[in-house]
Each structure stands twice: as structure tokens, then as C-alpha cells.
């Protein structure tokens, strides 16, 4: 069941506030205020002194913020925050967020981020971004993992949406990387396409590349495609985030919903 907002202009954190706290009839609200609303719900189960994984992306940025807002109002002390790009490491520095990283902290307390897709057993697509091995290291090294969608982002099966599906590889030799990745999915229709910038491959903090997989069918048993997509030499990490997320908070246009991991 979820849990309704009430009409409120959301430009403010107060107001944010008073929306999650008082259930009333529900308003439109954009996509982007759906991702914050979702961000500041995850951002109750931060505590001070915990080592928090800061998430990539336009909807764990709305989490990064808040955090850095609660520490400079005081209601937050001695956070230490493990960045997963460099994006969100300059966003979180000027925050005043002290941040380090999993040498330091090999176990983090909680962890905070967004999905491209979470399908029905919370399994998720990470990474259309490009981050994703930092995001699987860092957030496969948490207690907890909060992930925080809008209700666009929920799927009936992994590649469900018919958005890409990234996997990085290294440069070298890419084109047949690529097409080892296609063949290896041609039962679910799946086309390989190297993701680009301004006409130049796209380049991922770690210097690699990013391959985007759209699925037309669903690809089955994700443990399986999993194991034959890290078996292929020239793959670094794949963007399905299997069996990791503990809790997903999604925001809809009817409230906000929690779903935990069953145990």
C-alpha cells in the first residue's frame, strides 16, 4: 500500500518534509519530484557516524544533496561518504561531505543509489550512467542497500523496458566484444551497440568502454546470463544488480511504497 502525499509545492526541503510526514489526497507530481521525494524517504535511515555509499545518477543526487544539507544543519555528524564516480565525489566535496573510500572502509553501513529497472524480485539494471563497476564494488559492500526508483522504473523481468542493459568492457577489441555479447543473448533478439558521446565512445571513469544490450525478449535465468557475460574475456562487469538491493523505495503518483527484501 502506499503512502500518499498531500498538495504541496516541493521546491523546499521543509515542504518535502511535511509531504512525507502527512498523508492526504494525492497530487501530479513530476518525475523528478518523485525521484527526490523517494531520495529524502531513503535518507531516514542515515545515521550519524555511519560510512555511507553515495549513489550516481539524476535520483541518488537528490540523496547526496539532503545528506549534505543534514550535516550543515547538525542533524547529521561524522558521516564518512564512499563516492561511486566522480561525479558524484566533486557533487559530495562541495557539500562539505567528508568522504574516503573501501580500502579504507572495506564494510559500509548503508548504501544509497537509483536503479534503471527493478523487476519483481528486486533484482535491478544499474549503470545506463556508466558507473557501474564502482556502484557493484562499493554497494556489494554494504549491510544495507537502499534503492530509490520512481514507479517508471519498475519491470515485469530484467531488460523488461527495452532500455540498454550496459556492460563494460575494456577498448581493445571492442567490436568483437560486442559481438560476442549479441550472440551470446540471440534468443531474446538482443542487439550490442557501443554506447557513444558526441560521436566518441563513451568513456567510463576506469577508462573502459560501455556496450548497451537492448533485450527484445526476456533473456531467463539472470544467474545464468550473468555467469556466460562475466565468462567472456574482454568484460569487466555487467550492469544486472542480482540479490543485492535489501530495500526499494518507489515513489508514485499515489504515494511512496517500500518493498524489502524477503530473508
Not at 564518512?80 to 573501501?102: R, Y
Not at 534468443?187 to 533485450?215: Q, S
Request: charged residues 20%; hydrophobic residues 40%.
Amino acid at each position: 500500500m502506499a503512502i500518499p502525499y498531500p498538495h504541496f509545492n516541493f521546491s523546499t526541503s521543509e515542504s518535502m518534509e511535511t509531504a512525507l510526514s502527512s498523508p492526504q489526497s494525492p497530487v501530479i507530481l513530476t518525475q523528478d519530484e518523485l525521484k527526490k521525494i523517494a531520495a529524502y524517504k531513503a535518507v531516514e535511515h542515515v545515521e550519524s557516524g555511519m560510512v555511507i555509499g553515495l549513489g550516481t545518477g539524476s535520483t541518488a543526487k537528490h540523496a547526496v544533496a539532503r545528506i549534505g544539507e543534514l550535516l550543515h544543519q547538525g542533524k547529521l555528524k561524522n558521516i564518512v561518504g564512499i563516492p561511486t564516480s566522480k561525479m558524484t565525489h566533486e557533487q559530495a566535496l562541495s557539500l562539505g561531505i567528508p568522504l574516503s573510500d573501501i580500502d579504507t572502509y572495506p564494510v559500509l553501513d548503508l548504501a544509497i543509489d537509483g536503479a534503471d529497472e527493478v523487476d519483481t524480485h528486486l533484482n535491478l539494471v544499474k549503470g545506463r550512467g556508466g558507473s557501474l563497476l564502482r556502484e557493484k564494488m562499493i554497494e556489494g559492500a554494504c549491510k544495507k542497500f537502499i534503492v530509490i526508483v520512481d514507479e517508471s522504473k519498475l519491470v515485469k523481468y530484467i531488460g523488461g523496458s527495452g532500455l540498454a542493459m550496459p556492460v563494460e568492457i575494456v577498448p581493445f577489441c571492442w567490436k568483437f566484444t560486442a559481438k560476442r555479447l549479441q550472440d551470446l543473448f540471440g534468443y531474446a533478439g538482443c542487439v550490442a551497440k557501443l554506447r557513444t558521446n558526441g560521436g566518441e565512445p563513451f568513456v567510463t571513469d576506469n577508462g573502459n568502454y560501455i556496450v548497451e544490450m537492448f533485450f527484445k525478449k526476456d533473456i531467463g535465468d539472470l544467474n545464468v546470463a550473468s555467469d556466460a557475460i562475466l565468462r567472456l574475456a574482454g568484460v569487466v562487469e555487467h550492469g544486472m544488480f542480482l540479490d543485492m538491493a535489501t530495500t526499494v523505495i518507489v515513489a508514485g503518483e499515489l504515494g511512496v511504497t517500500i518493498k524489502n527484501k524477503h530473508k
